[in-house]
């Protein structure tokens, strides 16, 4: 019996441990799930690089973004990603955006705008040629210039705003209001108040900051530390036509009517050259009037040909006319006298009968 027990239950153990249920939730974020979504599109073109693709495709609101897929811009076009953690980012002209784990954004060269409360998940968390920027109360402005012996700026617009520079491993805080400049060797100045030439150039017609439909929280915040209002209209309804198609016609030709208005505008147009010679004819009575259209044409009959057309004038114009009214067949007049009736030949009268002779 003991023998029996022990063979049972090693049996039964290991079917126990393999047929364990899995967790049923986790906190990893999985490869192929979204972290991000743009929220809005100021102005195109925008393009999404997306995962196993070697092209990028235009973007449009709501797309879903994984980790590792990249969102561009160009010259004038700006674009505003949510992050499921719930910081936006927003990214100006010539921008390149790559989205990273853990709720990170990576950018080489642009203007970007990153703002995150202080009770979301995550801070805003910027990876950049330099170092890190990180920001959880606040609202921060990164400008990296395509050159690289040209200052990149970090300014914090709202909040606090800690810089990590990777040349020197040093942490550098930035308070409301001031910013730093990192150099091209990496070194950053010491934070210091960005001064009026800065605001007025930087923040005052910023389109990041007030170009979006959506306003960021600490808008108020920023307008009052910083003395600026918006100046920037706001983002309205983008017409955007495919270059692919035709261009549309000039409104600069003339249009012709067809309606029924006066006669002037109603006339045929295969009468004006009969017109232009008219008048041409009541200025210069001398000119023969050989070519004048006569007043009443007669009807053509079997032994009258009809006229042949002119070969000087132009060849009639077929587009939509309007149909030539028909002109009545004049009325013939009614004869004074009946036609005279004709001449029958005379008959001559019958011979009389011979008169019978008497008989004597």
Same mark, same amino acid.
């Given at each position: 019996? $003991? ?19 899995? &967790? #049923? ?42 980790? !590792? ?22 990214? =100006? ?17 642009? @203007? ?5 409360? *202080? ?18 109360? =606040?609202?921060? +402005? ?33 308070? &409301? ?7 091209? !060797? ?14 007025? &150039? @930087?923040i005052a017609n910023n389109a990041l900051i007030f170009g979006f439909s959506t306003q960021l929280a600490s808008l108020p915040q920023i307008t009052s530390e910083f003395g600026v209002t918006a100046s920037v209209k706001e983002a309205s309804t983008i017409q ?6 035709? !261009? ?6 003339? *249009?012709?009517? +067809? ?5 002037? !505008?109603?006339?045929?147009? @295969? ?9 041409? %004819?009541?200025?210069? $009575?001398?000119? /023969? ?8 044409? /007669?009807?053509? %009959? ?11 004038? #132009?060849?009639?114009?077929? %587009? ?14 009614? /004869? ?8 029958? $030949? ?5 011979e009389p009968a011979p008169i019978p002779k008497p008989n004597n």
């Amino acid at each position: 019996m $003991p023998l029996l027990v022990l063979f049972l239950t090693a049996t039964t153990l290991p079917s126990c441990t393999i047929n364990q249920p899995s &967790k #049923p939730f986790s906190s990893e974020t999985l490869p192929t799930e979204a972290i991000a979504a743009i929220s809005e599109i100021r102005s195109y073109p925008v393009r999404v690089k997306y995962i196993n693709s070697t092209v990028s495709r235009p973007a449009t609101v709501g797309i879903p973004l994984k980790v !590792n897929e990249i969102v561009s811009t160009e010259d004038s076009s700006t674009a505003q990603i949510t992050l499921r953690s719930g910081a936006i980012i927003r990214i =100006g002209g010539s921008t390149s955006l790559t989205l990273k784990p853990q709720n990170q954004v990576e950018i080489n060269s642009g @203007r970007l705008l990153a703002w995150a409360a *202080k009770e979301t998940k995550s801070p805003a968390q910027i990876q950049t040629p330099f170092g890190e920027i990180s920001s959880n109360d =606040g609202t921060l +402005y990164l400008e990296i210039p395509s050159k690289a012996a040209e200052d990149r700026r970090v300014i914090a617009l709202d909040g606090t705003v800690t810089v990590l520079l990777k040349s020197t491993s040093e942490i550098v805080t930035i308070g &409301k209001g001031e910013e730093i400049r990192i150099k091209a !060797n990496g070194k950053a100045t010491a934070p210091k108040r960005i001064d009026k030439e800065s605001i007025d &150039k @930087r923040i005052a017609n910023n389109a990041l900051i007030f170009g979006f439909s959506t306003q960021l929280a600490s808008l108020p915040q920023i307008t009052s530390e910083f003395g600026v209002t918006a100046s920037v209209k706001e983002a309205s309804t983008i017409q955007f036509r495919r270059s692919d198609l035709p !261009n549309k016609p000039s409104e600069t030709k003339a *249009k012709v009517n +067809y309606t029924s208005g006066s006669a002037d !505008n109603n006339r045929d147009r @295969r009468e004006e050259p009969d017109r232009r010679r008219e008048e041409s %004819t009541a200025a210069n $009575p001398a000119e /023969p009037t050989t070519n004048a259209k006569p007043t009443a044409e /007669p009807a053509p %009959t079997a032994t009258t040909a009809p006229a042949s057309p002119d070969n000087t004038q #132009p060849p009639p114009i077929t %587009t939509n006319p309007d149909p030539k009214p028909i002109e009545p067949i004049p009325q013939q007049p009614t /004869p004074l006298e009946p036609p005279p009736q004709p001449v029958q $030949p005379e008959i001559p009268a019958p011979e009389p009968a011979p008169i019978p002779k008497p008989n004597n």
